[in-house]
C-alpha cells in the first residue's frame, strides 16, 4: 500500500493562524484533504479535526507535525496518544522541530527506547509549561477578586466567569491577547472592545 502523508496543526484560538505550521510542511507535499487544523488548546485531544484525521489513518501512514506541542499539551494523553498512532494504528510520526522524534528512523529496540523518552520528556516540559501559565492566571485572578476590581459596562462580558478578571490581567500585559482570546473563546475584536470599556472606566473612576 502506497504511504499516504497526513499533516496536522494547532493553534490555541480562532484569532491565531497555522499558517507558518502549513509552510514548514511544504516539503511534504502533502495533499489539503491531508492537512487537519484545529483553533483550541491543547489541554486534551478531544478536538474535531484531530478525531477526524485519527478515522483515517492507517497502517503505513505518516504524519507530520511542526512540533511536539502542537500535537498536545497533556502529558499523560500525549503518551496515550503517540501510543495509539505508533503501535495501535502502526502510524510514522515525524516531528519537524525535533529530529529524535521521527519514528521512520527509529525502528530497532534502541531507537524506539529513544524516540519513547525523548516524548515522554518533551510532554512533561509541555504539560508542566501549561500548568504553569493556568496557576499564574489564577493567580492574578484571585488577587483581582481580593481587589474587588469591577469595571466595563454591561454586555456580553458578563456571560463569562472571570472575564473582566482576565481583560484586567490583559491590561496589566500579565497575559497576551491571544491567552486571552483563548480563555474566554472570542475573537480578538471582541476582547480589543471589552479592553477599551475596561480602560476607560478606570479612567471615570
Not at 504511504?3 to 499558517?19: C, H, I, L, N, P
Not at 500525549?78 to 502510524?91: D, G, H, S
Not at 466567569?161 to 472570542?186: F, G, N
Request: proline content about 2%; some cysteine.
Amino acid at each position: 500500500m502506497q504511504t499516504r502523508t497526513f499533516g496536522y496543526a494547532r493553534v490555541s484560538s480562532k484569532s491565531q493562524f497555522e499558517d507558518r505550521q502549513l509552510l514548514s510542511m511544504e516539503e511534504y507535499a502533502i495533499l489539503p484533504q491531508n492537512l487537519f487544523v484545529d483553533h483550541q488548546s491543547g489541554k486534551d485531544f478531544n478536538r474535531p479535526a484531530y478525531r477526524r484525521m485519527l478515522r483515517k489513518l492507517h497502517k503505513g501512514d505518516l504524519l507530520v507535525v511542526t512540533s511536539i506541542d502542537r500535537l498536545g499539551r497533556n502529558y499523560q494523553e500525549m503518551i496515550e496518544q503517540w501510543r495509539i498512532l505508533t503501535r495501535q494504528k502502526e502510524v510514522d510520526i515525524v516531528v519537524l522541530d525535533m529530529p529524535l522524534l521521527d519514528t521512520r528512523a527509529s525502528r530497532d529496540l534502541v531507537g524506539t527506547l529513544i524516540s519513547d523518552l525523548v516524548l515522554q520528556l518533551l510532554s512533561f516540559v509541555a504539560e508542566n509549561e501549561r500548568i504553569s501559565i493556568r496557576q499564574r492566571q489564577a493567580d492574578g485572578i484571585a488577587a483581582a477578586r481580593q481587589r474587588g476590581v469591577r469595571f466595563g459596562r454591561p454586555n456580553r462580558m458578563s456571560e463569562f466567569s472571570d472575564a473582566e478578571q482576565i481583560i484586567e490581567l490583559l491590561c496589566k500585559q500579565k497575559i497576551s491577547m491571544s491567552q486571552a482570546c483563548s480563555l474566554l473563546d472570542v475573537s480578538e475584536r471582541t476582547i480589543y472592545r471589552w479592553k477599551a470599556a475596561a480602560l476607560q472606566a478606570q479612567e471615570s473612576v
